[in-house]
């Protein structure tokens, strides 16, 4: 049996070559964290409408690929604005209860996925995440 000590390091205390690294693996291999309370909120929103989603798409990054296709027609009420108590529904209810349009509404909780994802992709996101969930990484970038 060997023993290998190495030496572990926060994010903040990489270097920037190893901290622009470690950032790049967890932005190409992370997907949207909130996606199931995002779709959650959707699926609710067409609930709350009586439609029935037969179909979907979600790019978390490009709103301009996602789309939802349904069934029914929808009921024209004042919805509440929470829904599931996740943020989501906001968009989503708010631009409902203005417009009364369900692609106005859609393309308002897309936009809103994309900003949050867009964040939980930057470098600030990532150094608190880091550190709320104790990861750590060798010299030269790579998780441990």
Not at 27 to 35: D, L, S, V
Not at 63 to 81: A, C, D, L, M, T
Not at 123 to 130: D, I, M, R, T
Request: negative net charge; aromatic residues 18%; hydrophobic residues 35%.
């Amino acid at each position: 049996m060997k023993t290998i000590e190495i030496t572990l390091f926060s994010f903040n205390e990489l270097s920037e070559k190893a901290k622009e690294k470690a950032l790049t693996i967890y932005q190409t291999e992370n997907e949207y964290f909130w996606g199931n309370e995002a779709l959650e909120s959707m699926k609710a929103f067409f609930d709350e409408l009586g439609l029935l989603i037969i179909n979907y798409q979600i790019d978390w990054y490009c709103p301009n690929n996602s789309w939802v296709r349904y069934e029914g027609k929808p009921s024209g009420k004042f919805i509440k604005q929470n829904f599931t108590g996740y943020c989501m529904d906001y968009p989503l209810s708010t631009t409902w209860n203005k417009t009364k349009n369900v692609e106005e509404s859609l393309w308002a909780f897309f936009i809103e996925i994309q900003n949050d994802y867009e964040h939980q992709l930057t470098e600030e996101y990532f150094a608190e995440h880091c550190e709320a969930n104790e990861i750590y990484f060798d010299e030269n970038g790579n998780k441990f």
